[in-house]
């Protein structure tokens, strides 16, 4: 009778443990439970989570406490504000306003250089004679002639205003001197064109005629006259920086076969966008302090921005992703690396600004920034 009742205990604790037993995941799929799945899927994610996080207190503790870990090796630098320019490079021609080929205004032979190549003279000097052909004669002349008609026309005024001789004698004496003196003037502007005066000051930088070579008006150039004290630099600037290029915009400028470089700045911006090439024209201040030449081919470096508190880095320490997002590392309160997305902005030289992104307490990862990976234990080796 006890084994019977024993017996009976024994079936009934195990039928009470196969009823306490849950279904495995592979019961659940076969008997398309889907309640019981989605049960089984609450309790997986619950035990990961679980697992996740007591995975990361050990890894937490590990770097805390384990002394013989290797960490990587990297330098930093503290971001701070600072001064950014950015340059447009271009290339300018040294140019003066009064650069002039004088050309002969009167046909004849050339009869006097009065100058030599290098000299310098002032406004209104003589420069050349061309033979007039005998016009001075006529001139003088028609000199005689229009002497005689004003006399004759005076005499005939004074009889007319007292009533003496006719009005037709009076108007013949006046029609006739009239006409002897426009002549006389254009003999006179005529032969003021075989000589040739300087009209402006500067050096004869060329003497292109010889002594008795015929020339033609506008055919035959004789020399050309240079002033190098109004020199300036003249710049072709790409019509994307029209907004930015300003009278007064700062710029350097080289010319390289002086080996000179100076400062400078635009005088003048020119208005007229060229449809050829879409430039506009401007002109930057000569140095003063050298002796230049037009023509001179020069290298110019104009400002189109600058930000006096700039966040500056090293272009090099830019990573960029599949996505085309820039991104740095910095190192956190914690000592790991950090990867942050920054916004950056014009590139000048080696470096580039930052828009967004980071922070002057920030500390930028520079050598080793490429071999790190982010939440990396790291180790500073320069100091800040």
């Keep these: ?67 013989t870990k290797k960490k990587s ?6 971001v701070e504000e600072k001064s950014f320019k950015h340059n447009v490079v271009l290339q300018g021609i040294v140019k003066t306003d009064q650069n002039l080929v004088l050309n002969a205004e009167f046909m004849g032979a050339v009869k006097t250089i009065h100058v030599k190549e290098g000299q310098e003279v002032k406004k209104g000097d003589l420069l050349v004679s061309i033979d007039d052909g005998g016009l001075a004669q006529n001139a003088a002349l028609q000199k005689v002639q229009l002497d005689l008609a004003k006399t004759l026309f005076e005499r005939q005024e004074r009889l007319w205003k007292q009533n003496i001789g006719s009005e037709i004698e009076y108007l013949q004496a006046k029609t006739a001197y ?15 064109k075989s000589t040739l005066y300087a009209p402006f000051s500067g050096r004869v930088d060329d003497i292109i005629t010889e002594v008795g070579q015929l ?9 050309r006259l240079v002033n190098l004290s109004s020199m300036y630099v003249e ?37 007229h966008i ?11 201040a000569a140095d003063k302090t050298i002796e230049l030449t037009p023509n001179l081919i020069s290298t110019v470096r104009l400002v189109d921005y ?6 500056v880095i090293p ?10 997002e820039q991104y740095v590392y910095v190192v956190n309160e914690n000592n790991k690396a950090e990867k942050r997305f920054v916004k950056t902005g014009l590139v000048e030289g080696d470096t580039v600004e930052v828009l967004e992104g980071l922070r002057k307490s920030d500390r930028v990862i520079d050598e080793g920034a490429r071999l790190v990976k982010e939440n990396e234990n790291v180790q500073i080796t320069n100091a800040l």
């Design 1 to 67: 009778m006890k084994k019977i009742i024993l017996l009976t205990l024994i079936m009934g604790l195990v039928m009470a443990c196969n009823s306490a037993k849950k279904p495995d995941t592979k019961s659940l799929i076969d008997q398309q439970d889907v309640a019981g799945l989605r049960a089984r899927q609450a309790e997986l994610v619950s035990q990961n989570n679980t697992i996740k996080e007591e995975l990361n207190r050990v890894m937490q503790a590990i770097d805390k406490f384990d002394k």
């Design 73 to 78: 090796l990297v330098t930093v630098f503290p």
């Design 178 to 192: 009239q006409s002897q003196q426009k002549g006389y003037e254009q003999l006179q502007q005529q032969l003021s």
């Design 215 to 223: 020339v033609s008006p506008g055919a035959q150039p004789l020399l």
């Design 235 to 271: 710049v072709d600037v790409p019509e994307r920086f029209f907004p930015n290029i300003k009278k007064g915009t700062t710029a350097e400028v080289e010319i390289p076969v002086l080996n000179h470089t100076y400062d400078s700045n635009v005088i003048h911006k020119g208005t």
């Design 274 to 284: 060229s449809t050829g090439n879409r430039t506009f024209k401007i002109s930057i």
């Design 306 to 311: 600058q930000n006096p508190n700039a966040i």
């Design 315 to 324: 272009l090099e320490v830019i990573s960029e992703n599949f996505s085309g």
